[in-house]
């Protein structure tokens, strides 16, 4: 660490705390806007910043109120445990003085949720769910850093090769333990410019994520939408499993979002992916589908707390007023598409959260309200496709016990009215 870097990185983390914009959005354009910075300085300057911000809830019940500059020094004293002999080139009389005063003050009886460096009204409604041994596990889980999951693209290669690939160019890669289609790669080497990535046979895809294919287990000649495309990694992954046959929908509100997936719709070697820009969940593109398909894909909007290992800013973005919208907008959507399913589809409701508002709250409030489906157990489909997990029945995957993202899914089966009807 020089001076210059840690000078560089105060700046960085001034531009950010305000943290009403993503931090990795406005940590970009802090590097687009410093340009004489090189990629070494770049590392560090990122690892530095998400790493306070990943201890920034302890940080702040330790230090109170104080500068960006402080803070970052409380994350390397402090949190770090660099010696104050190693700082001395940095810090100037008065952070001297301010770090002499901080380390002199007794600690106090530390809160749960700074235990859990989890916001407080986060922690508050997770605590029917865990108790305190459980919650701090969780909340630990989430502070740490992810690793990189990669999806392999099976219309394009087979997961020995790529793996062998991968290990060929020194990458510290292995076989994911849950996913059939996923490997996991230590650290964050350049993938991107590897040539697996170049040519399509890899997409970065977090293991958990991938998980949600094998729960809607499409067929090859199966008409499946996903109705919350987003830039498209799970729709790829559809794709993928549908060996590029039958007809798949991506459906997304943005138009930025869309447009993304094309490149990787191109990269990936599918021709049976339709992107389709669509107003609302109530569009009409969306009411000629009704009842017509086999597998819907419902990755609802969230609040993204599953996803704190790779977002932690998302613990001060994130707001119980917000939630509330959030829970709203999710309902509809699922209504919205459920209405696609036809007799004895299936949809899969998922979400990146942790909370329990947003998943099996939602899943209930549903089937009260539509008899016509019934919740399949997610233990069977893992059972049935070998997948190694305990699970009931819903998918409910954690850092700390899975070594993913938080991830909720339930699945859902449209009754066969028909042969209902008919056995009546």
Known sequence: MTPYQFQQAVQALSIILPLTHPADVNLSYFFRNNGQLGQQDRSWIAESVFG??????????R??????????????????????????????????????GIMSQPAGEMPL?????????????????????????LGRGLKEAAPLDLRVNTIKAQRPQVLAALLKSQFPAEISPLSPFGIRVQGKPAINRHPVFLYGEVEVQDEGSQLLGVLLAPKRHDMVVDFCAGAGGKTLLLGAMMASQGRLYAFDISEKRINNLRPRLKRSGLSNVHPQLISSENDQRIKRLAG?????????????LGTLRRNPDLKWRQTPDGLAEIIARQQSILQSASRLVKPGGRLVYATCSILPEENQQQIERFLENNPAFTLTPVKEILEQQHIPLEMGDYLQLYPHLHQTDGFFAAVLTRTNTAATEKAS
């Not at 306070?52 to 019940?61: E, F, S, T």
């Not at 803070?71 to 810090?91: M, S």
């Open 63 to 100: 230090i109170g109120k104080a500068t960006p500059r402080q803070q970052l020094i409380a994350y390397f004293r402090l949190v770090k445990g660099l010696p104050q002999r190693e700082l001395q080139g940095i810090l100037n009389e008065s952070d001297m003085a301010w770090l002499q």
């Open 292 to 304: 017509k398909i086999d597998r819907v894909l419902v990755d609802a909007p969230c609040s993204g």
């Open 113 to 137: 949720h700074v235990k859990a460096e989890l916001p407080e009204w986060v922690s508050e409604k997770l605590k029917d769910q865990f108790n305190e041994e459980q919650l701090i596990a």
């Open 52 to 61: 306070l911000l990943r201890h920034k809830i302890w940080i702040d019940w």
